[in-house]
């Protein structure tokens, strides 16, 4: 370690829990932010700080006023200019600490680019907004072999497990077993998780407890503490003041990480998920590149009811009313003002192309 680092890190170094050996592990170490809004941020925040080797955060959206509440890395300026997540994080965290690898990368996990994505990193954080992707990223993780860290948080209200391959139960062993579902996971009703999150709001420091754990779980792993893992999963309520933890055993006929079917890893890509936390939906069918600058022109010029036509080198944004699209240069698209997929999927095909 050079002396600035030990000088950097001198507060962590002096917990005896890291100690100089810790630190140099973690120096050494690298993790995924799987997903930047609330969790990913506060996450990402505390591994840079702490001096994780090499961060990649991965986030397929962008930077809005209504999020600036609670996830920690953005400001108002971010929102105006509609900077996606994953560029707006990784600029912050590149002031916050040179001497780590800071990666943002801006697309959204899927069954197709997930091993790609996560493999060679040492640990994953869920900073992900749904089941369905989290599902995937238990699959991956299993599948490859990475320990991972499951969290949610709604309300005031949330929740957190680390997952170790082999070693721990998995995400598919809480959610999709009735033993899983008596013990506080959600059996059947993933959607109805979803849900609520856009129902029920989310306060800042729910989302602040439960991030912290996150990042703390990575550090011990990172670190080499296996011994102080929790091993449990921790829920907490920061309005209730109520803390709770639950231990987890393994499910013998999980079909993840028993029988190693991996079935979200395996399955086709959503042909479009409704957002969590807004009126949105997103259409990912299409995997060719838009050429931005062409589509801006178009929309501008032609006899289109399309209205503000905004870019920056990210995306593309516009009004129809009452919709807003917003695409981006992997095909992607966002439309705002609807939850029902025949209507995105119509507009895109209108503005953008069949
Ligand atoms: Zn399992």
């Known amino acids: ?98 001497g780590v690898a800071i990666e943002g990368i801006v697309a959204d996990l899927t069954p197709k680019n997930a091993a790609e994505l996560l493999s060679g990193f040492s640990v994953i954080l869920d900073g992900t907004d749904n089941f369905e992707t989290r599902l995937l990223l238990n699959d991956a993780a299993i599948s490859l072999g990475i320990p991972w860290i499951y969290a949610a948080a709604v309300g005031s209200y949330g929740v957190t497990m680390t997952i170790r391959p082999g070693q721990s139960a998995c995400l598919a062993c809480l959610l999709e077993s009735d033993a899983g579902a008596a013990n506080g996971g959600n059996g059947n009703g993933v959607a109805g998780v979803e849900a609520t999150c856009d ?3 989310v306060l800042n420091a729910a989302v602040g407890v439960v991030a912290s754990i996150e990042a703390a779980e990575a550090i011990k792993l990172l670190a080499g503490k296996l011994e102080a893992l929790n091993n449990r999963l921790i829920s907490c309520d920061v309005w209730s003041g109520k803390f709770q933890s639950i231990g987890i055993a393994r499910n013998p006929e999980c079909r993840a990480c028993a029988r190693r079917e991996f079935r979200y890893l395996e399955g086709q890509a959503q042909p479009h998920i409704t957002l ?36 920056n080198d990210f995306l593309l944004r516009f009004r129809v009313a009452p919709y807003e699209l917003t695409v981006f240069a992997d ?14 999927r119509s507009l895109y095909a209108r503005y953008i192309g069949a």
């Open 276 to 311: 969590c936390g807004r009126d949105s939906v997103q259409i990912h069918e299409r995997h060719r590149r838009l050429d931005l600058a062409e589509l801006g022109r178009r929309l501008a010029s032609a006899s289109t009811s399309a209205a503000e036509v905004r870019n």
């Open 199 to 201: 129902t029920a709001g």
């Open 1 to 98: 370690m050079e002396p600035g680092q030990r000088d950097k890190y001198s507060r962590q170094i002096l917990f005896a829990g890291i100690g100089e050996a810790g630190q140099e592990a973690l120096l050494r170490g690298s993790a995924i932010v799987a997903g930047c809004g609330a969790l990913g941020t506060v996450i990402a925040n505390l591994l840079v700080r702490a001096g994780v080797g090499r961060i990649r955060i991965i986030d397929r959206d962008f930077v809005e006023a209504s999020n600036l509440q609670r996830q920690t890395l953005f400001e108002e300026a971010d929102a105006r200019e509609a900077l996606p997540k994953a560029v707006a994080a990784e600029r912050r965290l590149r002031a916050i600490n040179s």
């Open 331 to 344: 095909g992607r698209a966002i439309i705002k003002g609807t939850k029902d997929p025949a209507i995105a």
